[in-house]
Each structure stands twice: as C-alpha cells, then as structure tokens.
Nanobody, 115 residues
Framework: QVRLVESGGGLVQPGGSLRISCAAS????????MGWYRQAPGKQREAVAT???????NYVDSVKGRFTISRDNAKNTLYLQMNSLKPEDTAVYYC?????????WGQGTQVTVSS
C-alpha cells in the first residue's frame, strides 16, 4: 500500500515556473513507476510525464522541453519542475504510483497559470 500526497501547486503567471512534489509513504517507492497526470475542467485526465524505477522518463509532446520529472528515492518523493508555463497547463495535477497490477493515486494539487 502506498499513500501519495501532492503539494506545491498554486497560481503562476504565464512564462513562470513551479515545482510540484509528491510525497509517498509505504514501502518500495523505488520499485514503482511514478507519473504525473493532469485534468483540466471538462477534459479527460492525461498523462504528463512518467519515470520508471530505472529512471527512464517520458513526456507528453505538449510539455517536452518545458517540464522535467524526477524522483528522490531516499526521500520517497517525486517532483515535476514546470518552466515556461502556459495558460493551457492549468489543471489539477495528480501523481500516480504503479507496480504490477497495483495503481495508487494522490488527491491532486491545483496549478493555475494566469495573469
């Protein structure tokens, strides 16, 4: 069992930066594939970035070159560094932990990009 708690969301101006975090409790964090997902009002949840236990990363095309996913296994924490933010990045951001057939979600953190 893994419990995930996101933090760091907020209001940022277009072109700004924000780093959100996901703290995991429970055992085996380093063995999980971790991911950031987002859901904007009226839209389906989409995968933003993922990182495997081995450190391989993947990004949705719309954030490539702007967002960086990383993990600190010693701190059981997942990060998403978001640069050059755009209004269309506004959404609730969720972290997800996956291993075998088990999936765990956090409660989400709101990111709003607006002037």
């Amino acid at each position: 069992q893994v419990r995930l708690v996101e933090s760091g969301g907020g209001l940022v101006q277009p072109g700004g930066s924000l780093r959100i975090s996901c703290a995991a409790s429970g055992s085996g964090f380093s063995m999980y594939t971790m991911g950031w997902y987002r859901q904007a009002p009226g839209k389906q949840r989409e995968a933003v970035a993922t990182i495997t236990s081995g450190g391989t990363t993947n990004y949705v095309d719309s954030v490539k070159g702007r967002f960086t996913i990383s993990r600190d296994n010693a701190k059981n924490t997942l990060y998403l560094q978001m640069n050059s933010l755009k209004p269309e990045d506004t959404a609730v951001y969720y972290c997800k932990a996956t291993r075998l057939w088990n999936n765990y979600w956090g409660q989400g953190t709101q990111v709003t990009v607006s002037s």
